[in-house]
């Protein structure tokens, strides 16, 4: 214990710096993957459709072993932070967006149709009624998204993207566990606190009638 602590004051600089990078990953790849997959998520939800094949496309990319990803993007994009970035971003979008498409299929034809019968029209069916109501799904894929996101961002360091991927590598590189570990333990550090920031919004967004506190 006494050695990690020590790692972590003598690399405080390549650990702050690989922790802001991760940061900025992370943030940018979910960030673009909502403004994709939320839209996308209500799209397929109207014309049903569109559904099976466009979830079908981004589970395909999801089986894709996200090395092997990064590797296929080097020699089309180059290394970097926008490889990294588009990776991340492809990573992100099934979970939103299929649980986008669930939670809004999910609601009750009955409510529906009562906001139909009140003259509301699509666009207000959607935020007062459709979206509230989704809202659950739609957050817990959000969140599903972040860990997986933080989680596969570490491999940022392989296509010169930095992130803690470098601090775990250099350890390893160096049979330093005391420095893998001071790379791994910010990144569940981040899954957690970006999941819990989520919840909060959840809570504080969710109308309070639908809001079980769980």
Do not use: C
Not at 9 to 15: A, E, G, N
Not at 66 to 80: E, K, N, Q, R, W
Not at 169 to 177: E, F, K, P
């Amino acid at each position: 214990m006494q050695k990690f602590f020590e790692t972590i004051q003598s690399r405080s600089d390549l650990i702050q710096d690989a922790f802001i990078q991760h940061i900025y990953l992370s943030f940018i790849a979910l960030a673009v993957g909502i403004a994709i997959s939320l839209p996308l998520g209500i799209f397929v939800a109207r014309y049903r459709k569109f559904a099976e094949p466009v979830i079908g496309i981004t589970a395909i990319f999801q089986t894709i072993p996200s090395l092997a990803l990064f590797g296929f993007l080097v020699p089309l994009i180059g290394i970097g932070a926008k490889t990294a970035l588009i990776a991340l971003i492809i990573y992100a979008l099934l979970p939103i967006l299929r649980n986008t498409y669930t939670g809004i299929t999910s609601i009750d034809g009955s409510i529906i149709e009562a906001g139909r019968g009140m003259g509301m029209t699509k666009s207000q069916l959607l935020w007062q009624i459709e979206f509230p109501l989704a809202l659950p799904f739609i957050m817990a894929g959000i969140r599903t998204a972040t860990v997986l996101t933080v989680g596969i961002a570490t491999l940022a360091t392989f296509v010169g993207a930095g992130g803690l991927g470098d601090v775990i590598y250099r350890g390893l590189q160096s049979y330093n566990n005391s420095l893998v570990l001071a790379g791994a333990l910010p990144v569940a550090l981040l899954a957690i606190l970006f999941d819990f920031a989520l919840k909060l919004i959840e809570k504080k967004s969710t109308p309070k009638g639908l809001n079980t506190g769980g």
